[in-house]
């Protein structure tokens, strides 16, 4: 059977061979100028070798001990590698946010490829749901952060930046003989019941009487975008997220003033490990009024 190198011979002999004095490499290794010595003389044993030359003038190495010395670090270097890999932690860093889809799909990209490129062990998982069902979750415990959409008057959460509603519609379309935002009853893309941008929409409607009807509804801020470019009707959504392929409407067109809403960052109840606080920040700093 093969004999093993002790990595702790292999260390002294490193020292000794790093400072050309067993005392300095003593006090390096935090053992006595003896107890290096001996490890020295039970690596010699060990390989067969004399690995230094020892006088009055000092130490140096041999021949023999110069072609282990290559060896020994070489050793060493994967002892530590391993035995750190070994010693870490298994738990991996980790921030649940939940958001509406518009806010997933179109502000949180470059807050996530930020995040991600200042802390790549942090794994971040994103949930969308309807802001309030969002609100009620982080207050359980559900998420670690949620980035949502409320009314000018809910001052829960912190305010990331107040944000304009627009009316959009279809581009214009020539063969039409009439654009969709003169059918009545409007017909409307909107995002689910509880979705807060849709209760200011049709409220607006309704305080000056005009007649709607729901023509098509879906989470996906891409699926309300498609179905607007495809004439089934008009949405109201933040102007954030208005795709410049889609046409504006405003008091000229017949549609009632939207007010502004907040989009706001509710934090899980408690202390917040510093991922997420980390993740917070960082949405202020490029969500936030000052990133416009």
């Not at 093969?2 to 400072?19: E, G, H, I, K, Y």
């Not at 490499?25 to 390989?47: H, I, K, N, P, Y």
């Not at 490829?113 to 982080?138: G, K, Q, T, W």
């Amino acid at each position: 059977m093969p004999a093993n190198l002790d990595t702790d011979l292999l260390r002294a002999f490193a020292a000794v061979a790093d400072t050309l004095s067993f005392t300095r490499a003593g006090e390096q290794l935090f053992r006595t100028q003896a107890a290096v010595s001996q490890q020295v003389r039970r690596l010699e044993d060990a390989v067969g070798k004399r690995v230094f030359e020892r006088d009055t003038k000092g130490v140096r190495l041999t021949r023999d001990g110069e072609v282990l010395l290559a060896y020994a670090r070489r050793m060493l270097t994967l002892n530590d590698e391993v035995m750190a890999l070994m010693r870490r932690t298994t738990t991996v860093a980790s921030v649940r946010i939940g958001t509406p889809d518009d806010y997933a799909t179109m502000l949180l990209p470059e807050v996530l490829a930020r995040f991600n490129a200042s802390y790549p062990d942090v794994m971040v998982e994103v949930v969308c749901d309807n802001s309030p069902d969002l609100v009620a979750e982080i207050e359980r415990g559900r998420y670690d952060l949620a980035l949502v959409t409320q009314r000018a008057d809910n001052h829960g959460g912190e305010l990331v930046r107040r944000e304009p509603v627009a009316w959009v519609a279809p581009p214009r379309d020539p063969a039409l003989s009439r654009p969709v935002e003169d059918f009545d009853p409007l017909p409307l893309a909107l995002f689910p019941k509880g979705c807060v941008v849709r209760d200011l929409a049709v409220d607006a409607l309704d305080r000056i009487g005009r007649d709607w009807r729901v023509a098509f509804t879906s989470k996906s801020v891409v699926a309300v975008h498609g179905a607007i470019l495809g004439g089934l009707g008009v949405t109201a959504m933040e102007d954030c997220t208005v795709p410049s392929s889609l046409r504006r409407l405003d008091a000229a067109d017949g549609f009632p003033a939207l007010p502004d809403i907040h989009i706001a960052l509710h934090r899980a109840p408690g202390a917040l490990a510093k991922p997420t606080r980390l993740l917070a920040d960082a949405i202020h700093d490029l969500v936030g009024e000052t990133a416009r």
